[in-house]
């Protein structure tokens, strides 16, 4: 049985980031390691409605076969696809950690200078801070709603 090598990341956490003057993110530590681990040294940096999705290229090439697949299915994913991949970038990342985040990315996604950056395993979103902080802290209720989903995921 032939044994497939292939990578893994989990990209986890999430913390608050400022960009320089130029636009560039400092990638956290831990999101680096990931990517020395697997010897990446770019990123695809893709708006992703309201925020940035930074993926290895490895993930970035399989993702897109996925939707590829889903999008000779239906109209609207195919639409939803050519604005996707059409925005899709690859960006190395320099020596101090650094990758350019690209004003018309940014704008296209409403961020700011004041970022989150939040691990989501194979890629890592990049959020305008006060976005994050008013949608995307669930409530107790939200909570409540999909504990019994989670429970049967094994995460309860």
Same mark, same amino acid.
């Given at each position: 049985? #032939? %044994? +497939?090598? *292939?990578?893994?990341?989990?990209?986890?956490?999430?913390?608050?980031?400022?960009?320089?003057? &130029?636009?560039?993110?400092?990638?956290?530590?831990?999101?680096?390691?990931?990517?020395?681990?697997?010897?990446?040294?770019?990123?695809?940096?893709?708006?992703?409605?309201?925020?940035?999705?930074?993926?290895?290229?490895?993930?970035?090439? #399989? %993702? +897109?076969? *996925?939707?590829?697949?889903?999008?000779?299915?239906?109209?609207?994913?195919?639409?939803?696809? &050519?604005?996707?991949?059409?925005?899709?970038?690859?960006?190395?990342?320099?020596?101090?950690?650094?990758?350019?985040?690209?004003?018309?990315?940014?704008?296209?996604?409403?961020?700011?200078?004041?970022?989150?950056?939040?691990?989501?395993?194979?890629? +890592?979103?990049?959020?305008?801070?006060?976005?994050?902080?008013?949608?995307?802290?669930?409530?107790?209720?939200?909570?409540?709603?999909?504990?019994?989903?989670?429970?049967?995921?094994?995460?309860?």
């Amino acid at each position: 049985m #032939e %044994t +497939v090598n *292939r990578k893994k990341y989990g990209f986890m956490g999430r913390s608050e980031h400022v960009l320089d003057n &130029k636009g560039r993110f400092n990638l956290p530590a831990r999101f680096r390691d990931q990517l020395v681990r697997n010897g990446d040294n770019s990123l695809v940096v893709v708006p992703w409605f309201d925020c940035l999705r930074l993926y290895p290229v490895s993930e970035w090439e #399989e %993702t +897109v076969d *996925r939707m590829r697949s889903a999008s000779n299915l239906d109209r609207k994913v195919h639409a939803t696809f &050519k604005y996707i991949v059409s925005g899709a970038n690859i960006y190395p990342i320099d020596k101090q950690g650094r990758i350019s985040l690209p004003h018309a990315a940014r704008s296209e996604c409403s961020i700011g200078e004041e970022v989150v950056a939040a691990g989501m395993s194979s890629y +890592v979103e990049i959020w305008d801070q006060k976005v994050w902080n008013e949608l995307k802290k669930p409530s107790k209720e939200d909570f409540a709603e999909v504990e019994e989903a989670l429970v049967e995921l094994g995460m309860g």
